[in-house]
């Protein structure tokens, strides 16, 4: 089961942080990863890490301005999200996936929150 949490409404330029909660299961063995879908639209790959925490991988309209760690002691996901734009507006969801290796697809997902909505006004 995964808890997403930390949205909210914050002007451009501002900073959220979003964390999913996981339970169930052996956390490590999973790797971790942050969707969004704006109105409107198709869900969208965010960022994924690994297992261990050691890769991790962005699309190309949030490098440089989110970041994506796990705390496996705590069985918990993060996003950083600085310099947000109006854009990024949308509900944000963690995901997890038994595969060995971090994926973009939203196909290899197993598990995912219930998303929490992130608002960035202009």
């Known amino acids: 089961q995964l808890q997403a949490s930390g949205g909210g409404l914050v002007q451009a330029g501002g900073s959220l942080r979003l964390s999913c909660a996981a339970s169930g299961g052996t956390f490590s063995t999973y790797t971790m990863a942050w969707f969004r879908q704006a109105p409107g639209k198709e869900r969208e790959f965010v960022a994924v890490?690994?297992?261990?925490?050691?890769?991790?991988y962005y699309t190309d309209s949030v490098k440089g301005r989110f970041t994506i760690s796990r705390d496996n002691a705590k069985n918990t996901v993060a996003l950083q999200m600085n310099s947000l734009k109006p854009e990024d507006t949308a509900v944000y969801y963690c995901?997890?996936?038994?595969?060995?290796?971090?994926?973009?697809?939203?196909?290899?997902?197993?598990?995912w929150g219930q998303g929490t909505l992130v608002t960035v006004s202009s």
């Open positions: 890490i690994s297992g261990s925490g050691a890769g991790t």
């Open positions: 995901a997890a996936s038994r595969r060995g290796l971090p994926s973009t697809r939203k196909s290899d997902a197993d598990y």
